[in-house]
């Protein structure tokens, strides 16, 4: 693992692998690095990827809960993208493609952009969170019961199938993702609190691929239309029978829609 050191001083791990143009991967909620092990062998003879750890899990810093900012967040993808060194495709999933998104904003390095599924409210202000669902979470964070609360985000906020939350359960990277069970509640209220304002990325002219599974939850898909309408230089790509984490439930489909858009013909 390397580190960067953010904007706020935290450092921020990444993994180098592969060859051939720079690839920046941004995982979604309590997954780290390790969460894209299984595409690399599809992603290393086309790019060198680089996949960072989000601050508080993996090799990378924390904060202290209540200090959090969403914000640094974005600062840190760019921070990453600008160690690589410009131009870099950036690909971002759940809250890493907000990350990834904003992030675009905060540095000229971006070649070209993959956002899978942010999960924003349109309109702002909108609830995306079942009713009571974090207040639950808050409990189950106060009596230790962090399994319970992944699952709970899993079922409730992420609405995944009950077969790919066994298959998370059952991946090696599950025990980090109880680890980081914490941070799921500060993100899920911070994603909530996101204003959309299109005008903002009017002049991003970035080349910007917006994937959307046919089977995903209706705020994600409101979410991602909107973000490929607003954005000038983008295409909404449907990743039919997917649902949200279609690089664990269909990886072949997954890699060959980035691929086919991060290399197109000469």
């Known amino acids: 693992m390397e580190q960067v050191r953010s904007a706020d001083g935290t450092p921020i791990a990444y993994a180098c692998s592969g060859t051939g143009p720079p690839l920046v991967l941004v995982h979604g909620g309590t997954a780290d690095h390790t969460r894209w092990a299984r595409l690399l062998p599809a992603l290393e003879p086309h790019f060198?990827?680089?996949?960072?750890?989000?601050?508080g899990r993996g090799a990378s810093g924390a904060t202290e809960t209540a200090q959090y900012a969403?914000?640094?967040?974005?600062?840190?993808?760019?921070?990453?993208?600008?160690?690589?060194?410009?131009?870099?495709?950036l690909l971002g999933h759940s809250y890493g493609a907000l990350c990834a998104l904003e992030a675009a904003r905060r540095t000229g390095n971006v070649r070209a952009l993959v956002l899978y599924e942010p999960p924003i409210p349109i309109p702002p202000g909108r609830a995306i969170n079942p009713p009571g669902t974090l207040a639950a979470m808050e409990a189950q964070l106060a009596a230790g019961d962090r399994e319970g609360l992944v699952?709970?985000?899993?079922?409730?906020l992420a609405r995944l199938p009950e077969g790919a939350i066994a298959a998370?359960?059952?991946?090696?990277?599950?025990?980090?993702?109880?680890?980081?069970?914490?941070?799921i509640l500060y993100e899920a209220r911070a994603a909530e609190a996101y204003a959309f304002e299109p005008a903002r990325f009017r002049d991003l002219a970035t080349p910007t691929l917006v994937l959307l599974g046919s089977e995903s939850p209706p705020f994600l898909?409101?979410?991602?239309?909107?973000?490929a309408a607003a954005l000038p230089n983008s295409q909404l790509r449907v990743l039919e029978?997917?649902?949200?984490?279609?690089?664990?439930?269909?990886?072949?489909?997954?890699?060959?829609?980035?691929?086919r858009f991060l290399t197109p013909p000469e």
Do not use: K, N
Not at 175 to 181: G, I, M, Q, T
Not at 221 to 227: C, P
Not at 245 to 255: E, G, W
């Open 151 to 156: 699952l709970t985000f899993l079922r409730e």
């Open 168 to 183: 998370l359960c059952a991946s090696p990277a599950w025990p980090a993702r109880v680890a980081a069970a914490h941070t």
């Open 241 to 259: 029978g997917q649902g949200h984490v279609a690089m664990d439930t269909a990886p072949d489909l997954f890699t060959s829609e980035v691929v």
């Open 48 to 55: 060198t990827v680089y996949a960072l750890d989000r601050r």
């Open 221 to 227: 898909r409101a979410a991602s239309e909107a973000i």
């Open 70 to 89: 969403i914000e640094r967040e974005f600062e840190d993808v760019a921070a990453v993208v600008d160690a690589v060194g410009g131009p870099v495709h």
